[in-house]
């Protein structure tokens, strides 16, 4: 057993030691990525594209432009007759349905629909999550979304499955908001960044691509993913509530318990005085900002200028690297090659970069959370500069492997981008909102979401216009995250909202300013308010 005794424990963090809790945790997030993945990109395979080949005597194979065999289609249904006969690799809702061309602009919307239940779910739950506790809104919500997930495969018609959609969205915004920030809330500081990167959606693409192939089609797919998913809502029942968060409603027994669980699982052996005694004051140190128990809401992320301007920040991050994601992954059936192989390309790639990335942040120590933001989006500003030259130049037909190998490029960066969303948005901001400040700048990755799909039909007014739009994007994300906001990495988590004097909303007391530092002694940690200290107060 570790000896927790052996030395002074000099606030909460030191009781986060990492052990066997932490593992048991990461096996319970495999499988909720496992519901959040394949629900949130089901329409890869769901919604693929078949190839038409012919309609009657008249053959397709040798035409290249999607847009002339539309328009030509069209006139033969009207002049013959004729019924399509199309090839697919996956017999998706497009397949089985008859949804060619114009009908694929239907299916696509399913997209849209998906992320406003998305956008929803991410405010409501993120706020539930903060009144009422992580484990049970996690709990909950899960169950919601496999059940609906499994359910969506009985759809009998297009308005029925676009309903299940906006129901799957709504549940998967909540589950994805509150899980992450209940991880990151137990995760000691060194170990948070290379940690989320071996837990992360990238490995995940590649089971998907496998369950997508063995099923064939997407009523399999939906049931079979949902099906694997579900074992993680047992799991999760036996996983503690956050400590942090009991200790920011004012539970001092129950976030002793949990603490004393933890350690338990991790045969750890604790000063049981010194840990009622750092509970305690922490507890008396949150009531000494706001009451404990003290509910916040949305307009509490604009609560002093600089919680303002990381919101703000966040916001642009979040919506940015959400286009990006989404405009490459629903760009995937349209590269060269095989669906499944992208798909397989796409989740090896990113998982790969985020490996090398966690790893030089973990080893290297001046490699923090900017550098590896200003990395990313410069890769992903060069490729799509490269992609836009051949579109703009009319030679995508002649480079089209080389197109595929800059997007799969490309897409290597996202994945240490959502990462650091993630993580940045746990980091910057106190435990009262720290699930608040998620769902919130969450849903602008949401917003990008129903916005992808609108970027990439800009091509049909000109053929680079995706690839400028995103490229301008990328650029403003790297300015506003590298000039407006601090390093965070290696810092402990920010517990408490900043003293009422920092408040810029008109319904705040001003009170003086004779507390506007306030030390803790002895084995405590020290805490000043003031533009410098991003750990303590904002």
């Not at 990461?26 to 395979?45: C, D, W, Y």
């Not at 604790?270 to 840990?275: G, Q, S, T, W």
């Not at 993580?423 to 129903?450: D, F, K, Q």
Request: charged share 15%; net charge positive; aromatic share 14%.
């Amino acid at each position: 057993m570790v000896n927790m005794k052996s030395k002074s424990m000099a606030n909460f963090e030191d009781f986060i030691k990492l052990g066997r809790y932490h593992m048991y945790f990461v096996l319970v997030m495999e499988f909720v990525i496992i519901a959040e993945l394949t629900n949130m990109v089901f329409m890869v395979f769901g919604g693929a594209i078949p190839t038409i080949v012919s309609c009657g005597d008249v053959s397709f194979r040798n035409m290249t432009d999607k847009k002339a065999v539309c328009q030509e289609l069209t006139t033969l249904k009207l002049t013959s007759n004729c019924t399509p006969e199309v090839e697919e690799e996956f017999i998706s809702i497009n397949y089985e349905w008859d949804l060619l061309c114009e009908g694929e602009d239907q299916v696509h919307n399913s997209l849209s629909v998906q992320m406003v239940g998305v956008m929803i779910g991410a405010l409501i739950f993120g706020q539930i999550s903060d009144l009422y506790g992580r484990k049970w809104t996690v709990i909950g919500t899960l169950t919601c979304l496999c059940g609906s997930g499994a359910a969506s495969a009985f759809s009998t018609n297009l308005h029925i499955f676009f309903l299940f959609r906006a129901v799957i969205g709504f549940f998967l915004g909540g589950v994805m908001t509150v899980m992450y920030v209940f991880f990151v809330e137990i995760l000691p500081y060194k170990h948070r960044l290379w940690i989320k990167t071996l837990v992360t959606w990238s490995p995940s693409y590649i089971v998907f691509s496998l369950l997508a192939y063995f099923a064939g089609t997407w009523r399999v797919l939906a049931v079979a993913s949902n099906l694997l998913a579900a074992p993680g809502i047992i799991l999760i029942c036996f996983l503690n509530e956050s400590p942090r968060w009991l200790i920011q409603q004012g539970r001092q027994k129950e976030a002793e318990d949990s603490l004393r669980s933890i350690a338990k699982w991790n045969k750890c052996v604790v000063d049981e005085d010194e840990l009622k005694s750092i509970v305690e004051k922490e507890i008396v140190l949150n009531k000494q900002r706001h009451t404990a128990g003290t509910r916040y809401f949305f307009h509490h992320l604009f609560y002093s200028w600089k919680l303002m301007r990381y919101t703000a920040v966040m916001m642009i991050a979040w919506f940015t690297t959400g286009c990006i994601s989404y405009g490459l992954l629903f760009n995937l059936g349209k590269l060269s090659g095989s669906l499944y192989l992208n798909s397989v390309f796409y989740g090896l790639v990113r998982y790969a970069t985020a490996i090398i990335i966690a790893a030089l942040d973990y080893f290297v120590k001046k490699i923090g959370r900017k550098v590896i933001q200003s990395f990313c989006l410069s890769v992903i500003i060069i490729c799509f500069s490269a992609i836009f030259a051949v579109t703009y130049f009319e030679v995508s037909t002649q480079f089209a492997s080389y197109v595929r190998i800059l997007s799969l490029c490309a897409a290597a960066m996202t994945s240490p981008l959502w990462l650091l969303a993630y993580l940045l948005t746990a980091e910057l901001y106190p435990t009262a909102v720290r699930n608040l400040a998620n769902g919130y700048a969450s849903t602008w990755a949401r917003v990008a979401g129903i916005v992808a799909p609108q970027i990439l039909s800009t091509s049909k007014l000109w053929a680079p216009a995706p690839y400028l739009v995103l490229i301008l994007m990328a650029v403003v994300d790297l300015v506003a995250f590298d000039t407006m906001l601090p390093e965070t990495k290696g810092k402990p988590l920010p517990e408490h909202m900043p003293p009422p004097e920092k408040c810029i909303l008109n319904s705040c007391t001003r009170r003086g300013r004779a507390g506007a530092q306030v030390e803790r002694t002895n084995s405590f940690t020290v805490y000043k308010f003031n533009e410098s200290n991003a750990n303590g107060s904002l």
